[in-house]
C-alpha cells in the first residue's frame, strides 16, 4: 500500500532509480532537442523591423485595414478572412509603429468589434478626417 505514495524511491534499489532517472534524463533531452526545433521554425519568420506610420496617421492605416477585410473577389468571396478581429490588431501591434513608438493594442481594440453588425458600446468608428484613401477595385482588364 506505501509504495503507491514513495516519492523517494524507499522501496527501489539504486541501480532501479539511477536507470529511471537516467531514461527520464534522455527523455527530457529529447524534448529539449524537439523544443529547439520547434522554435526555431516558428521564428524563421520574424523580423526585428517594423513598418513606421508617421506620427497622427494611425487611424488612416487601421481605416485600410479595415477597408481590406470588406474586399471580395470576383466570384463573390472574401479576399481575406479571419475567425476575429483579434488577429488583425496583433498584426497592427506586432508590425507596425506609430513615429517608432509601439501600437497598444487596447487603443486600437475600439475600432475592430467583434460582431460587425452589433458593434458595442465601446466601439468607435474611425473619424472622417482620418478616412484618407479608399481602397476600389480595379476595373477588368483584357
Same mark, same amino acid.
Given at each position: ?24 534524463? =534522455? ?7 524537439? *523544443?529547439?526545433?520547434? @522554435? ?7 523580423? %526585428? #523591423?517594423?513598418?513606421? =506610420? ?7 492605416? *487601421?481605416?485600410?485595414? @479595415? ?7 470576383? %466570384? #463573390? ?24 513608438? %509601439? ?40
Amino acid at each position: 500500500m506505501l509504495i503507491a505514495l514513495d516519492r523517494w524511491n524507499i522501496h527501489k534499489s539504486n541501480d532501479a532509480v539511477i536507470a529511471q532517472q537516467e531514461s527520464e534524463i =534522455i527523455a527530457l533531452k529529447h524534448e529539449v532537442t524537439q *523544443l529547439k526545433a520547434d @522554435l526555431k521554425k516558428s521564428t524563421a519568420l520574424e523580423t %526585428e #523591423g517594423y513598418i513606421n =506610420i508617421p506620427e497622427g496617421y494611425r487611424n488612416a492605416v *487601421l481605416h485600410l485595414h @479595415l477597408q481590406m477585410q470588406e474586399l471580395t473577389t470576383p %466570384e #463573390g468571396k472574401e479576399l481575406m478572412f479571419s475567425q476575429t478581429q483579434s488577429v488583425w490588431m496583433k498584426m497592427i501591434c506586432k508590425y507596425f509603429r506609430e513615429g517608432d513608438k %509601439e501600437i497598444n493594442y487596447e487603443t486600437i481594440r475600439r475600432y475592430f468589434p467583434s460582431d460587425k453588425r452589433e458593434p458595442g458600446d465601446k466601439h468607435a468608428d474611425i473619424p472622417a478626417k482620418s478616412k484618407l484613401f479608399t481602397i476600389n477595385p480595379a476595373k477588368k482588364r483584357s
